[in-house]
């Protein structure tokens, strides 16, 4: 069974940094990424990375949030600066696991951060 492990969450001042990290228990990775869902509003995606390493993100955070992925350590990162209170959500990793018969997409358990104004 596949398992997604995330970290780095937290309680962070506005305009501050985190970064948070998610591995993942196979090797068989193809894209990753992160959404998230604040209080109240829809599961949104964050930022994504395929395969091959090319990267897109919301419009909210663009130029503020960088994702990157170690394929040796089965781990993608999400690097956030210069954090807003309306960053404030729970942050959920994902992956896309080749199983030879199919791909399919897994998700953790999420990590909470928070951004204080």
């Known amino acids: 069974q596949v398992q997604l492990v995330e970290s780095g969450g937290g309680l962070v001042e506005a305009g501050g940094s985190r970064r948070l990290s998610c591995v993942v228990s196979?090797?068989?990775?193809?894209?990753m990424g992160w959404d998230r869902q604040a209080p109240g509003k829809q599961r949104e995606l964050v930022a994504h990375?395929?395969?091959?390493?090319?990267?897109s993100y919301a419009e909210s955070v663009k130029g503020r949030f960088t994702v990157s992925r170690d394929s040796a350590k089965n781990t993608v990162y999400l690097q956030m600066n210069n954090l807003k209170a309306e960053d404030t959500a729970v942050y959920y990793c994902?992956?896309?696991?080749?199983?030879?018969?199919?791909?399919?997409?897994?998700w953790g358990q999420g990590t909470q951060v928070t951004v204080s104004s």
């Open positions: 990375i395929s395969g091959r390493g090319r990267t």
């Open positions: 994902y992956a896309n696991i080749d199983h030879g018969v199919g791909y399919y997409d897994y």
């Open positions: 196979t090797s068989s990775i193809n894209a």
